[in-house]
């Protein structure tokens, strides 16, 4: 009993302990005393020029484990909720310089308190940009309780995940004295402070906002770093504080290994700079989003500014993913599609779509673009872009960016990627849709970050050649995946296409939206899952009760909305589900009664749906707010009569007001630089 009572005595004096360190950030010099005495190579981190409140946080932080993130978000938001990466409740959020954010977790997401600081980066188009750390460590229990508001976009760096330990802080310390990485007090910069001319150790790479730099070395007096530019805008390397803080000019004591002081977004750069026995600073500034400008030496040939008119009474959702198609004739696909007939400019782009790149014409900022490829309709061919456009599109207005056009021959997809991407049907290496959409995945030979999860039986979704084959012909399955941002959906209205085969037998594919994903329930196909609370559509191919049912599961169990025929022979079909806040729709497209890939270019072709020759849909009206939970769900499932079930992409995307694509202009070409 006595022993019972001294382990509990000291498991209450190290929480107090511990409660004393975390509520106390800014210590005092003689409380950090014992750090010095305790640590002497910690405690000599603390006389570091302009470091010392940040070194302070970061032993605070002693034993937890961080990962960076950044968070785009409405500039009138205070409490922002994100996903949890360590899905622990024993998470907090602290800002780029390690301070403490009033924080709440649950094993799903994370809410906090933006403090309005040096973390937050401001925008003309009217959003913030927060930089920060999740960081898990199992002591820390949080008081402050409730949701947030949803970003924009968020954005993790699992590359960059990290533990603060012995082996960091003396990554940040040398007990050698050759180099120290630190903080300075403008929370833009990182310092590389050489203290001799024998830098021998290669230090872990430190990342602090967009940028992150590593390798610093030191050789015949010409000091060498790594950099890498992880912004959306250029940076420009055009200062160098030292000594007293003169500010010499590129390509006198310092240079690149492109030759110029600006790293693109994307870029890895080593700087040079000759050494002359002095106390160095580097200073990385990122221009920001907010100041982020054209530059004139990009390589262009020519740009157009291109028109986007919202038509409708409503604002598009934001972001928007605006589908921009350049064609060399007219066509006639619906009011969903957006396309300007101009064989001229059609004439210009490369048929992999290589040499166009789209910004905004205000800040320079490059806009996340993916190509889709050439649609085909009848002797019309069609250059088809999706675009995300951040701040969206207001009611009856119009918006202008600019289509930019290189050689024929240039690649803005190795210079830009992932700002630049294409359809991995189109060229591979280069897709960047899950920069582009709201969730995305292609599935050849790969989940893409997307997660699996068995419902029922015993098989689990694998990848493979032809996409996640979800039920292995085996009576019982029940499987789903999910998306890698999960619980980070935006609000309605949304559309979700998906590409998927089956043969014949039984029982469903299904696509939920808004449930909770953490409860799963039979949707009633088989063992088809569903989340609950969630809308869903169910495709079911058993031949005693086939259809496509719209069902809510939003009262416990579900209920069917309204259904259609959905054939029962197998075969590659495109289908897709429509929800909004009054009314939901889903159908399907018999691409083929055989296995093979369904092209990218099906995107946005949910009105062939409509010709029951080949498809079918249906569609209900709403007496229920259905956006419960911000998630994506793809289900499947047999029962007594099994079948195989393979799903090959998956794509999510804001659905256009009233489903009318903003229609596109374009002006007159102009040479670069304006």
Not at 90 to 105: M, T
Not at 297 to 305: A, C, D, K, T
Request: include cysteine; glycine fraction near 8%.
């Amino acid at each position: 009993m006595a022993r019972s009572q001294l382990y509990l005595y000291t498991i209450v004096v190290l929480l107090l302990i511990l409660f004393y360190f975390v509520s106390n950030l800014d210590l005092l010099d003689k409380e950090f005393q014992f750090y010095s005495d305790t640590y002497p190579q910690y405690g000599e981190i603390y006389k570091l020029l302009y470091g010392n409140d940040i070194f302070e946080n970061i032993l605070n932080l002693y034993g937890s484990t961080l990962i960076p993130f950044t968070v785009y978000y409405n500039c009138s938001y205070n409490i922002i909720q994100v996903p949890n990466y360590f899905n622990s409740t024993h998470v907090i959020v602290v800002d780029n310089v390690y301070n403490f954010l009033p924080s709440y977790a649950s094993n799903n997401f994370v809410a906090f308190e933006i403090i309005n600081n040096y973390s937050i980066s401001y925008s003309n188009t009217g959003y913030c940009i927060f930089n920060g750390y999740e960081v898990y460590n199992p002591y820390f229990n949080n008081q402050f309780e409730g949701t947030g508001d949803l970003p924009y976009y968020i954005i993790f760096y699992p590359q960059n995940i990290f533990t603060i330990n012995d082996n960091y802080l003396n990554n940040l310390y040398n007990l050698e004295g050759n180099v120290i990485f630190q903080y300075l007090n403008n929370y833009r910069c990182i310092a590389g402070e050489i203290k001799s001319l024998s830098v021998q150790k290669i230090l872990n790479g430190i990342s602090v906002s967009f940028l992150n730099i590593s390798n610093a070395q030191l050789n015949n007096s010409i000091i060498s770093v790594n950099i890498i530019n992880n912004d959306i805008c250029p940076i420009d390397l055009n200062k160098i504080y030292y000594d007293n803080y003169n500010i010499p000019s590129f390509g006198n004591n310092f240079n690149t290994s492109s030759n110029s002081s600006l790293i693109y977004p994307g870029q890895q750069i080593v700087g040079y700079y000759q050494y002359n026995n002095d106390d160095l600073y580097f200073c990385l500034e990122s221009l920001g989003n907010e100041i982020c400008t054209p530059i004139n030496n990009l390589s262009i040939q020519y740009y157009v500014p291109i028109t986007l008119y919202n038509t409708q009474s409503i604002p598009t959702p934001e972001p928007f993913q605006q589908d921009i198609a350049i064609c060399n004739g007219s066509v006639n696909i619906g009011p969903n599609f957006a396309y300007v007939n101009n064989p001229t400019l059609f004439n210009q782009i490369n048929p992999n779509g290589q040499n166009v790149m789209f910004f905004n014409p205000n800040n320079g900022q490059l806009l996340y673009s993916w190509y889709e490829g050439q649609l085909i309709n009848g002797n019309t061919y069609c250059d088809v872009w999706w675009i995300n456009i951040p701040n969206g599109i207001p009611a009856n207005s119009n918006i202008v960016i600019y289509m930019a056009i290189g050689n024929y021959s240039t690649n803005y997809y190795s210079q830009y990627y992932p700002y630049v991407g294409a359809s991995p049907q189109v060229i591979s290496g280069y897709d960047n849709g899950n920069y582009t959409f709201i969730a995305y995945g292609y599935f050849n030979n790969t989940f893409d970050g997307w997660n699996k999860y068995i419902y029922g039986g015993s098989f689990s979704p694998t990848a493979t050649p032809y996409g996640i084959e979800m039920l292995n012909d085996t009576g019982g399955e029940g499987t789903y995946i999910l998306p890698p941002n999960n619980g980070n959906i935006p609000e309605i209205p949304l559309i979700v296409e998906e590409a998927w085969y089956y043969t014949q037998g039984a029982d469903a594919n299904v696509i939920a939206l808004f449930g909770n994903t953490n409860q799963q329930i039979g949707a009633g196909g088989g063992t088809a899952p569903t989340s609950s609370s969630s809308t869903f559509v169910q495709y079911e191919y058993y031949s005693g009760y086939p259809g496509t049912y719209l069902k809510s599961a939003n009262t416990g169990g579900y209920s069917i909305l309204n259904q259609t025929y959905f054939p029962t022979s197998g075969g590659t079909f495109y289908s897709y589900l429509i929800v909004s806040s009054s009314y939901v729709q889903a159908g399907y497209y018999n691409y083929s009664s055989s296995q093979i890939w369904a092209p990218l270019t099906l995107l946005n072709m949910y009105p062939l749906s409509y010709n029951s020759n080949y498809g079918n849909y249906t569609y209900a009206n709403l007496n229920y707010n259905p956006y419960q939970y911000p998630t994506l769900e793809i289900g499947a499932g047999d029962g007594g009569v099994a079948s195989y079930q393979y799903i090959e992409w998956v794509v999510a995307r804001e659905y256009p007001p009233n489903g009318v694509m903003p229609s596109i202009y374009t002006g007159s070409e102009n040479s670069w630089p304006p």
